[in-house]
Every structure is written in C-alpha cells, then in structure tokens.
C-alpha cells in the first residue's frame, strides 16, 4: 500500500471525521460517502476529500474501503444489502472495518467479503475523538498476518498503537473485551461517586482518595471533570453506544457460554440510564442519573 492508495470511507462520524482528516492529511486520494450522519464535510473537500452520493460511486474510487458505521447491522447493511458495496466490489479490494461489531457477524461478513473477490480486516478503535483527530487510535486489526502488514502503512496514518490480535473476528472480540472492562469500571465508579453525593462526602475528596489508591486510572480521569464540575466533555460517548456495546459483549458472551453475571447488570445500569436521561447523554452524565434515583 502506498501513500497515494485510493481509499473510500463510510462514516464520517465523531470518531471518522477524525481517521478521514488523517488520511487526507498523509496524501491519500480519499473519496466519502455522503450521508446524514456524517459531521461537516467542509473541511475534509477543502483539503482534497471527494464525496460520493452512492455505495457504487465510492466503490469504483477505491482500492480500500474503510467503513466507522454504528454496529453490525450497519455493516451488514453498508456491505451485504441491496446497493451495497459487494455488489460493485472490485476484485482484491481491501474492506477494513472500523466499527464496533459483533465477531459472529464479522465472520459472516468477512466470508461474504471473500466470496466477491475482496479481503477483510475487522480493525475496530479505542480512545476518543480528541485522539481520532489528533491521529492517536489504537486500532485491534484481525485478519491475515500478511494483508495487516500490507495496510499497516494506511492503519498509521490514524492510529498510534496498532495491535494484531489474530485471525478475522479477534479485533472486534477484543474491543468488546475492552469496552466492558473500560465501561464496566466507569459504572462502578459513577455508582460510587451517586453514593458518595447522597452521604456527602466531597466530589474533590472523593476523586482525591480514588485516584491515590485503588480507584485509580483512566475511568477515573475521564469521569472526574463530571464529578468535580458537572463537565460531560472529558468522555464524548453517548450512553446508547455504550448500552449497544455491552449488548453486542453479552451476546458475545452467551455464544460463547462465558461468565457474564457482572456483565448483565452493567449492561441493565445503562439500558436504564438510557431510559431515564435519553440516548445521547454522555456516559460521565450516568453519575448524575444514579445519584437522582
């Protein structure tokens, strides 16, 4: 893959407005695909970005397409449906998704993706927005040992940490991993800092004492702008992704006959967040949510 490979991207979002800025920005020929969820494309066409009405038009311009969609349904829809990309794929065209997915789907996809003559990596992200456009993702890339290092040039142009977690599926397998952990100890501690509203202990004192024992880390970092100033930014995430992510980690987990009795109640702490506060507050909000039980 060289610097001037032809990419086609669907979802250009919070996270890939970021990964297209980027890939513009090393020198690569990108074309978009325009859709209502896109954030502004003004500044991606003033630096080169081409925009596209139809699947079959990004498909024709692209030696690689990269999709950073909602989930599996969107993936399969993007791919699979009617007008959609394996119907105009051309041959050895390279699909790495940067979606959150579920690995039995991405199984699914990857074979279908195969059959039209293409090849997949599941490559799914963690981090932010801030580090999408700052070109700072870690990127969990499954799929062949030889077509990762094919496109880890194109993976480097937005991710800052690049892990090969194995064959296809094991990205999105170890980014579900990722989100409980990282979302299961973001409840944990929201439900504390509730706790800690309700019996009046200080938000500074509470944060201070976290942070210098067993409560520190990220969660804490990302939860303490909330805690301290009722500032939501520090965690651009909407509570409905994280309800859909640790859906797609449960379903996971029953295909596989796992343990996941932790699992189901964080998973049930943020269905009823979404419930009570609606689906775009930002996961930090959860502490105000619990608090006002």
């Given at each position: 893959m060289s610097s001037k490979t032809p990419i086609g991207m669907i979802g250009?979002?919070?996270?890939?407005?970021?990964i297209a800025t980027n890939l513009v920005r090393h020198g690569h020929p990108l074309t978009v695909l325009e859709h209502p969820g896109n954030q502004p494309l003004d500044a991606l066409k003033a630096a080169g970005a081409k925009?596209?009405?139809t699947i079959a038009g990004l498909t024709a311009a692209a030696e690689v397409i990269v999709l950073c969609v909602t989930g599996s349904p969107q993936v399969e829809a993007v791919l699979l449906g009617d007008g959609g990309a394996l119907a105009t794929l051309k041959p050895g065209t390279v699909v790495i998704d940067c979606s959150t997915a579920i690995p039995s789907s991405t199984l699914r996809v990857a074979e279908a993706v195969q059959r039209a003559g293409g090849r997949f990596l599941d490559a799914p992200m963690t981090r932010t927005p801030k580090e999408a456009a700052e070109g700072r993702l870690n990127l969990l890339v499954g799929g062949d040992a030889a077509l990762f290092a094919q496109c880890r040039p194109i993976l480097a142009c937005f991710a800052e940490n690049i892990t090969h977690t194995g064959a296809v599926g094991t990205g999105h397998g170890m980014k579900l991993l990722h989100n409980y952990v990282s979302l299961g100890t973001v409840a944990l501690i929201a439900e504390a800092a509730a706790c800690a509203q309700r019996s009046g202990v200080q938000p500074e004192v509470f944060v201070d004492v976290l942070a210098k024992g067993g409560g520190g880390g990220v969660a804490l970092e990302r939860l303490k702008p909330f805690i301290t100033h009722k500032d939501a930014n520090s965690l651009r995430f909407a509570m409905s992704n994280a309800q859909k992510d640790l859906g797609y980690y449960a379903e996971m987990a029953g295909d596989i006959g796992a343990a996941q009795a932790i699992a189901d109640a964080v998973l049930a702490t943020y269905a009823g967040a979404v419930e009570q506060g609606g689906a775009q507050r930002y996961?930090?909000?959860?502490?105000?949510?619990?608090?006002s039980k």
């Open positions: 250009i979002g919070l996270m890939g407005h970021g925009s596209v009405a996961v930090p909000e959860l502490v105000e949510l619990l608090a």
